[in-house]
């Protein structure tokens, strides 16, 4: 790996960590309730994102389809944007989302 490789992947690299960062303790924690069906679906997608799999992916958004009717609208919306990122590559950022929305939901036991 040359000297200008090597410089570019340690600037990228560090980019996205503090991307990362500023995503997890900049932003406003979530105020979203989640149902029973909705904390099941962010959790499967929370183990997805650490596995970094497009195929689960893909069945967590047909699950979210079948669903709809069962979960409030701003779960709906929280767990799409969270598929968003991870259909885009941006495992981190949808894996940071998926944590925070859990996290939230501990924090109102």
Known sequence: MSTQSRQNFLLAF???????????FFFPKSEIVLSK??????????????????IEVA???QL????RNQLQAEEVSAI???LAFAKDGQWKTADLACRQLLE???SRQ
């Open 14 to 24: 560090a980019t996205l960590a503090v991307v990362g960062f500023a995503l997890y």
């Open 37 to 54: 069906p909705g904390y099941d679906i962010t959790l499967a997608l929370f183990r997805t994102c650490n596995q970094s799999s497009d």
């Open 59 to 61: 069945r967590i958004e």
């Open 64 to 67: 979210v389809q079948r669903m």
């Open 80 to 82: 799409e944007s969270i």
């Open 104 to 106: 939230a939901q501990i």
